[in-house]
């Protein structure tokens, strides 16, 4: 079973929107992060959040974490077509924690 | 720099047999992680190799197995295909065992067991 569920499953927005995804987990984490996939290929690692973070920035991305809901969001503002991928949320469980447990993903389509 | 390298890029298979997937980290990562990709889910961890020992091990079969070499690159073996295999594999490497800087990941073996 798989620790993150994304929602929404997928979304699709016009090019310069902004588009907003979310994920929950089930148990305590160390960290999340979120992670990009073009076209079934590598994952590429966008941002990383500590369970005592509750904000963090990255160029036009934007997540936030609160570990009473269990949940995260990552924003992206301005889109662009090449923002069109599958977002992962990803956590690991303790201080150094060897394995990331994934969710199932979110497809967003950037409409030019 | 060269990143994460992973070959072959595709494979087809038949059931029943055998695969060896491999894997380059990025130079100077010691730690290597595998994890299987179905279509339209998530990846799933296999395993973690730090410093040439197994350090952790997903849910998998014992068809699955795996190694790091001194040089730190690894190889994912899978006996006895199944149909069910057929997955894109990804190998992700770090500096350090834990994920507290993230993963590079490479761009994955696409196998396909017919």
């Known amino acids: 079973s798989q620790q993150g569920e994304e929602d929404p499953q997928a979304l699709s927005i016009q090019e310069g929107e902004n588009a907003t995804m979310n994920c929950s987990y089930k148990?305590?984490?160390?960290?999340l992060q979120w992670y990009r996939q073009n076209s079934g290929r590598g994952l590429v690692h966008l941002i990383l959040?500590?369970?005592?973070?509750r904000e963090k920035h990255s160029g036009r991305l934007r997540v936030t974490l609160d570990t009473s809901k269990k949940s995260s969001s990552l924003l992206i503002t301005a889109s662009r077509a090449a923002d069109t991928a599958s977002y992962f949320c990803?956590?690991?469980?303790?201080?150094?924690?060897?394995?990331?447990?994934f969710g199932a993903g979110t497809t967003v389509t950037v409409r030019a | 720099d060269a990143g994460v390298t992973q070959s072959p890029t595709h494979l087809i298979k038949t059931r029943g047999q055998h695969v060896t997937l491999r894997c380059s980290p990025i130079s100077g990562h010691k730690s290597v992680s595998w994890y299987q990709q179905v279509l339209g889910q998530g990846p799933q961890f296999i395993f973690q190799?730090?410093?040439?020992?197994?350090?952790g091990r997903g849910n998998f079969p014992d068809r699955f197995s795996a190694r790091q070499f001194p040089n730190y690159s690894s190889e994912l073996n899978v006996n006895a295909l199944l149909l069910g295999d057929s997955a894109l594999y990804l190998c992700?490497?770090?500096?350090?065992?834990?994920?507290?800087?993230?993963?590079?990941f490479g761009s994955g073996t696409r196998l396909t067991v017919v």
């Open positions: 959040i500590r369970s005592n973070e």
């Open positions: 148990t305590s984490i160390n960290n």
């Open positions: 992700a490497s770090s500096l350090v065992q834990g994920a507290v800087y993230g993963y590079t």
């Open positions: 990803a956590t690991d469980l303790l201080p150094n924690d060897y394995k990331l447990s």
């Open positions: 190799y730090y410093e040439k020992e197994e350090r």
